[in-house]
């Protein structure tokens, strides 16, 4: 089954505790991308990927960091946390030939 | 900078109607999305408009796409309280090769018995 898988699916964490959140996907896409969604303020994108070794900055990237070493995963780092990183996480992993874009089920994320 | 603007946010309609959620966008891109969302899951893909006039039904839904005024509809017919979710339109940013999504805030669709 073609799917995009992001883990973990809930965290609570402190202040300063860096963390990772990991995306893989089976679908050979090239793209992927994070994002994040906030009442309000629908899905900011975080960063992207265009394939291995690529990756650029999206609207939001600070206080994120982001590697591409396998062309299916692609983790999302917070070095260290603040609050205002509480938030819904999606990755999402498109082919270059259809645009059609694939979502994870979302990772909630509670800095305290 | 690419900016994408839905109305209505918050739409309250009855079984049996129909309506229509818009989604303008202020600069020119070639592929327009709709997404719907359910509490607390994923987005779920409904349309991908890649044409002006390009026009998408599935179900009760059509979405339609007019590049030239830079306006994207999704038209509800005859609601039923499954569709209740919140719907968001995304225009594909034509910046380089990112394949970047920039996503309206969504309108929220509560469809009443």
């Known amino acids: 089954e073609a799917q995009v898988t992001q883990n973990p699916r809930y965290l609570i964490t402190v202040t300063g505790k860096k963390l990772t959140v990991t995306c893989s996907q089976n679908?050979?896409?090239?793209?992927m991308s994070w994002y994040r969604q906030d009442p309000g303020l629908g899905l900011r994108q975080i960063y992207y990927?265009?394939?291995?070794?690529?990756?650029d900055k999206g609207d939001v990237p600070e206080g994120y960091k982001v590697s591409r070493k396998e062309k299916r995963n692609f983790p999302l780092i917070l070095e260290s946390p603040s609050p205002n990183q509480t938030s819904l996480y999606f990755c999402a992993s498109s082919s270059q030939d259809t645009y059609e874009q694939y979502f994870g089920p979302g990772t909630r994320l509670t800095v305290t | 900078e690419l900016k994408v603007e839905q109305n209505p946010l918050f739409l309250s309609m009855q079984e049996g109607k129909n309506y229509t959620i818009y989604c303008n966008y202020s600069t020119t891109s070639d592929r327009l999305y709709w997404y719907r969302q359910d509490p607390g899951k994923s987005l779920e893909s409904l349309f991908v408009l890649l044409s002006n006039g390009a026009v998408k039904q599935e179900g009760r839904l059509m979405a339609s796409l007019d590049t030239k005024a830079r306006l994207s509809t999704l038209h509800i017919t005859a609601a039923v309280h499954d569709l209740s979710a919140t719907y968001f339109c995304?225009?594909?940013?034509?910046?380089?090769?990112?394949?970047?999504?920039?996503f309206g805030t969504g309108t929220l669709l509560a469809v009443q018995p």
């Open positions: 990927s265009m394939n291995v070794e690529v990756t």
């Open positions: 679908m050979n896409h090239e793209y």
């Open positions: 995304a225009v594909g940013s034509m910046h380089g090769a990112t394949n970047k999504l920039i």
